[in-house]
């Protein structure tokens, strides 16, 4: 949304710094949450709390993301006054197609939501690679930060320079709307899935 407001006040690198400021805060998050979820795994949550609280996170970050991208006026015209100094009559006419971004959106949140929470589930599963799950967490995770970084943000960044505003927020509204998809119905559909396919099932190694 920054980035937006950058691009609608001709101030396109202000908007990357913005985002790029926003990002730091949101990895800041990410770093506390997964020292606690080592912890839980640690003290072997039961599996069924572990399901729960997966699928409240899932869903809870899914309805941030959607409300995100509902008030995404509010929150490009709160970016341009606060960062820009600048105040636009903006006008979404955003019209719903599936496109490349938006499938790449759905990939790469899929890779960012579930990566972690499916490895500490095999790890609460086969205790003893409970380590090597968890190096490999950051491996998995690693593949959507490859798409989003060589695909996703060149892309991004060449129609925030050369495209139109209107071109622009499309972009960045099907970016939201994969992001949603992701978070709010495909990551909690395919972690039950997991679940209840591994619940019962007995690793011997």
């Known amino acids: 949304m920054a980035r937006v407001g950058g691009k609608l006040s001709s101030s396109n690198a202000m908007g990357y710094s913005v985002q790029q400021y926003i990002g730091t805060i949101a990895r800041f998050l990410f770093v506390i949450l997964m020292p606690a979820m080592g912890f839980l ?6 599996i ?5 609280l997966t699928l409240v ?13 509902l008030l995404r006026k509010e929150i490009i015209d709160f970016f341009l006054k606060f960062f820009f100094k600048n105040s636009f009559r903006i006008k979404f006419e955003y019209k719903f197609k599936v496109n ?5 959106s759905v990939i ?6 579930l990566s972690f929470f499916v490895i500490y589930f095999l790890a609460l599963k086969i205790p ?9 967490g950051s491996l998995v995770n690693g593949f959507g930060s490859i798409i989003l970084i060589f ?19 499309d972009v960045i509204s099907s970016f939201l709307i994969g992001r949603v998809s992701a978070l709010l119905f495909l990551s909690p559909i395919i972690f039950s899935i997991i679940y209840f396919t591994l619940k019962n099932h007995t690793f011997y190694i």
């Open 100 to 104: 490349r971004i938006m499938i790449l």
């Open 48 to 52: 069924e709390t572990f399901f729960k």
């Open 57 to 69: 996170s899932l869903i809870l970050a899914g309805l941030l993301s959607l409300a995100a991208y």
């Open 128 to 136: 003893s690679l409970m380590t090597t799950f968890a190096n490999c």
């Open 151 to 169: 695909k996703v943000e060149p892309y991004l960044a060449n129609k925030m320079d050369s495209g139109s505003t209107e071109e622009y927020i």
């Open 108 to 113: 790469i949140n899929l890779f960012f939501s």
């Open 41 to 46: 795994i640690d003290k072997r949550i039961q």
